[in-house]
């Protein structure tokens, strides 16, 4: 068996609702309430992570599993 | 050895002769064998006990956490961390504020047009406003900030006023700041952008039907005239200072190619580095609209689906993320506010003053809208709970989910999205 993505944090929050978002789960952050502002390694303007934001649902920079 | 079981959140997925197996919950992703596969299919539907460490495949399963302990209750972990996240601190705030509900565009699907009143946000709800922010700030990490309206652009110095505030207030308190605006896109002239920059708005999203046929028939200006030219002549002639544009595409059973077209439009223009195109589903709100003219939802996810297919949507994007909240309606730290001052849960609900759940000045009213929104949570509703979507769905639209519930698009397309981003991670 090939694991092709592990396991990750990815959760995510709906436009409107804020929260700290990453459009990327290889490091490319961006602040907030689907928006695109800051990000890592990666370029994050892109059309891909900004269609992303808006079309769908962003995801949070928020680990679950630091709740426990 | 800790006895394990299968998540229930697995997926198998097959591409004639190729299987992958996709977890829900975690978004791990797993290339199986033939064999592999059939010996996944045979641990599924045995009653044997399956203990971690068995073997190279149990352990390889449990990495990807498709197999789990047997003690977790998934759905119940899914509802924890829901609630934590919810009431955790350190949350940014998020308003919808729409300072004006008047709108320069009569467009023919649009909910707004049931407001009785196109009212705009006097110099008193501005200061109220303010206040309320500032009280609202405190336990927060920061303020995020969407114009709406109505057409926000018609109460540009409102915002200017509001924003130099707003900045103030979070510059002091030593908070986050971050802004974006919904706008129509037809008074973006070059003097307004800057107005938009220098209110530190980075991110609009500009709505088009089409192009100019399609676009002028439906989204009329209300002197009656079509507004594509104007719109597309803005972004065009404007685009070295526009913030990033996420461009929707309204589409409903009128205009399927409309979001092909005009990514190909912008495409050709070489624009796409700061203009995002994307299917947008016409609704019918409130009965605004013929609801004979929507797609339904498995026609507009495969819309959605084509879509990605002919866009570079990166593996990150296209696999589904677990979702633990949708919006506002169901985020305790975030309001939509209408030009008098009252509070939303949703941003379809604004302009109809039933549906307000309070009021800048006197706070949150726990009335029955808000319970409604409270209460739309998949984890009551047995089909969700027993969906394998769940954790990318949640339910999907809190608003759709109280009037009859309308499944995310992965219930159609999950599938063919994770052998569509397997081909992408195979060509990055």
Request: aromatic fraction near 8%.
């Given at each position: 068996m090939k694991l092709l993505l592990l396991p990750g944090t990815m959760d995510s929050v709906g436009p409107g609702s804020g929260g700290d978002c990453t459009c990327n789960a290889g490091g490319c952050y961006v602040y907030s309430n689907c928006g695109w502002q800051t990000c890592g390694t990666n370029n994050c303007m892109t059309r891909a992570c900004v269609s992303h934001c808006w079309a769908q649902l962003c995801s949070p920079r928020f680990d679950p599993n630091s709740l426990n | 050895m800790d006895r394990l079981k299968f998540s229930i959140y697995n997926r198998l997925v097959a591409d004639e002769n190729q299987y992958y197996?996709?977890?829900?919950?975690?978004?791990?992703?797993?290339?199986?064998?033939?064999?592999?596969?059939?010996?996944?299919l045979n641990l599924l539907n045995s009653d044997d006990e399956i203990f971690d460490g068995s073997d190279s495949f149990i352990n390889s399963l449990?990495?990807?956490?498709?197999?789990?302990?047997?003690?977790?209750?998934?759905?119940?972990?899914?509802?924890?961390?829901?609630?934590?996240?919810n009431t955790a601190e350190n949350r940014v705030l998020g308003l919808t504020i729409?300072?004006?509900?008047?709108?320069?565009?009569?467009?023919?699907?649009?909910?707004?047009?049931?407001?009785?009143?196109?009212?705009?946000?006097?110099?008193?709800?501005?200061e109220?406003?303010?206040?309320?922010?500032?009280?609202?700030?405190?336990?927060?990490?920061?303020?995020?900030?969407?114009?709406?309206g109505g057409e926000p652009t018609l109460t540009l110095s409102i915002i200017e006023n509001l924003s130099e505030q707003i900045i103030k207030i979070c510059e002091e308190a030593?908070?986050?700041?971050?802004?974006?605006?919904?706008?129509?896109?037809?008074?973006?002239?070059?003097?307004?952008?800057?107005?938009?920059?220098?209110?530190?708005?980075?991110?609009?999203?500009?709505?088009?039907?089409?192009?100019?046929?399609?676009?002028?028939?439906?989204?009329?200006?209300?002197?009656g005239n079509g507004t594509f030219d104007t719109i597309v002549n803005n972004l065009i002639e404007n685009y070295d200072i526009l913030p990033f544009v996420s461009l929707r595409v309204n589409t409903d059973r009128l205009n399927k190619n409309s979001v092909f077209e005009l990514y190909n439009f912008f495409k050709d223009l070489?624009?796409?580095?700061?203009?995002?195109v994307y299917p947008g589903k016409i609704s019918n709100i409130d009965d605004c609209y013929n609801k004979d003219s929507c797609l339904s939802s498995e026609d507009y996810s495969e819309l959605a689906f084509n879509f990605s297919k002919i866009t570079n949507e990166s593996v990150q994007n296209l696999i589904p993320s677990r979702i633990l909240a949708r919006c506002t309606a169901d985020s305790d730290h975030s309001f939509v506010i209408g030009p008098k001052g009252e509070l939303y849960k949703c941003w379809d609900d604004i302009g109809k003053k039933e549906y307000a759940t309070g009021d800048i000045r006197t706070g949150w009213n726990e009335n029955n809208r808000y319970n409604q929104f409270k209460k739309s949570m998949p984890f009551s509703d047995v089909e969700c709970i027993n969906c394998d979507c769940l954790p990318i769905c949640f339910g999907n639209c809190p608003r759709q989910f109280i009037k009859q519930k309308e499944c995310s698009k992965y219930k159609y397309i999950l599938d063919k999205t994770v052998i569509l981003a397997v081909k992408r991670l195979t060509e990055e």
């Open positions: - | 197996l996709f977890n829900t919950r975690t978004g791990a992703l797993a290339e199986l064998s033939q064999y592999e596969k059939d010996r996944y449990e990495e990807g956490q498709f197999l789990v302990s047997r003690d977790l209750n998934e759905i119940r972990q899914l509802q924890i961390e829901a609630e934590k996240l729409a300072p004006t509900l008047d709108c320069n565009f009569r467009c023919s699907y649009c909910y707004e047009k049931r407001s009785e009143k196109r009212n705009t946000m006097t110099t008193e709800v501005q109220d406003l303010l206040t309320f922010i500032k009280n609202n700030l405190k336990g927060k990490s920061g303020l995020s900030v969407c114009w709406y030593k908070k986050s700041y971050f802004a974006s605006m919904i706008t129509n896109g037809f008074l973006l002239t070059a003097k307004n952008i800057k107005i938009i920059n220098k209110c530190r708005i980075t991110a609009l999203q500009i709505t088009l039907d089409g192009l100019k046929t399609d676009h002028d028939k439906r989204r009329i200006h209300k002197n070489n624009m796409l580095d700061k203009i995002a």
